[in-house]
Each structure stands twice: as structure tokens, then as C-alpha cells.
């Protein structure tokens, strides 16, 4: 399993959303307000900017599917578009139920 992260401009994230509910089966996701800057160039200032944090974990074999339409949905091709990260994850457990690992993320 993976957890993918992604950082994504607040006015795009409902494009976001919406290319990931059409998948077959869409994948739970958690989203956050956050705010932050990212590497900031010598001549320019860094500067807090809002943007969306979408969370959420997939079996290996969705994390190509899933990048893909974060990146297809979320890109405006200017700077400051976002981020996406992807870390493994070791265990998962179904606090009600006690299922484990995969069984928690179906």
C-alpha cells in the first residue's frame, strides 16, 4: 500500500475530486487547508500560499492511476501548481472492525 500526498491549488481541487470519483472505484480521500511555500527563487520574497492537501491510500497498483489524474485535473502549467509525495505504508487497521492492511482501504 501507498499513501499519496498531494499538495494542490484551492481553485482546482473540485477538478481534482471530480476526475478521481469518475474512476470505477474511487478511492477515499481526506483534504486539509493548509498553507506554505515551497523552494523560493533568490530575486523573489517567500510569501505563504493557501493550498489543498489531498490524502489518501491505494493499493500499489493504483498509485500510477491515481497521480494521473491529480496531475491531468490539478495542472494549470504555471509555477506553484503543487506536489505530490508517495511513502509506503506499513500497516493499516479498521478501528470497528479490526481489518487489516488492504481489507481497510476497499
Known amino acids: 500500500m501507498k499513501e499519496i500526498k498531494a499538495f494542490i491549488r484551492t481553485n482546482m481541487i473540485d477538478y481534482v475530486i471530480d476526475g478521481l470519483e469518475a474512476l470505477p472505484e474511487p478511492p477515499g480521500i481526506t483534504l486539509s487547508d493548509v498553507r506554505g511555500w515551497g523552494h523560493v527563487k533568490a530575486e523573489a520574497e517567500a510569501r505563504l500560499t493557501n493550498r489543498i492537501k489531498l490524502e489518501t491510500v ?37 478501528i470497528r472492525t479490526g481489518e487489516i492492511d488492504e481489507d481497510v482501504i476497499r
Open 58 to 94: 491505494v493499493p500499489d497498483e493504483r498509485v500510477a492511476e491515481i497521480i494521473n489524474v491529480i496531475i491531468q485535473k490539478g495542472k494549470t502549467g504555471n509555477s506553484g501548481d503543487g506536489k505530490i509525495f508517495v511513502s509506503d505504508v506499513d500497516k493499516a487497521i479498521r
